[in-house]
């Protein structure tokens, strides 16, 4: 089966189900479907250089399960996902990490923030955004209340349990994103005034808004 759904602005995405990770993009329908092939090929590759059985062709071919909305849920999705789903496909990812980081090992560091052109991405700036991105979507692996205020203690509570976990050699290093420079003082510090700085924003906006009320 593939999946075929409107991604952003004027894109389709598509997705193999059966091939976790395996994925296209492109400007119209047809593109995107001819690139899933390149991606499948090269997905099913990646499974036979790490021993992994590959899946099994269906008798009837592709179909194709298009959605009308980028948010739309294949059903896919909605099959039951036990812990030996979730070791697989986290050993997969382990190796996809491990095969994109010996390949990014052959590249001059100068060469990580080339652009082909002022608005295409550099090699870094990409990374940067998947890092991210996995942060990003991991969160949703735990349910999220849509009360702020209960977000809100539940992420100081993460927050706080890994911060209060760094190792004498962590509170010592130094790290550096995107040029900046950060010690495990800085961080402590911009922990604390973050907060500090949107508590004025939100203190002001309340005071206008009890001025407004007495008005």
Sequence with gaps: ?????????????????????CISRGSTKGETLTLLDCAATECLAFLHRH???LPPAPPQGRTVTELAAAWAVPDS?????????R????RWAAWRREELLAALSQVPAAALDWQPDEKEWSVRRILSHVAYGEWWIARFAVPQSRDPLTR???THQEALARLSALTPEELTCTTLHEGEAWTARKVFRRFLEHEREHRGQMEEIMRGMSNEHRI
Excluded: H, K, R
């Excluded at 759904?5 to 059966?18: E, V």
């Excluded at 070791?87 to 986290?90: F, G, M, P």
């Design 1 to 21: 089966e593939v999946v075929i759904q409107p991604g952003g602005g004027d894109t389709f995405t598509a997705y193999i189900p059966a091939l976790p990770g």
């Design 51 to 53: 021993g992994q059985a």
């Design 77 to 85: 999705d909605l099959l039951p996902f036990s812990p030996a789903d």
């Design 87 to 90: 070791d697989t496909w986290l």
């Design 152 to 154: 809100l203690v539940a």
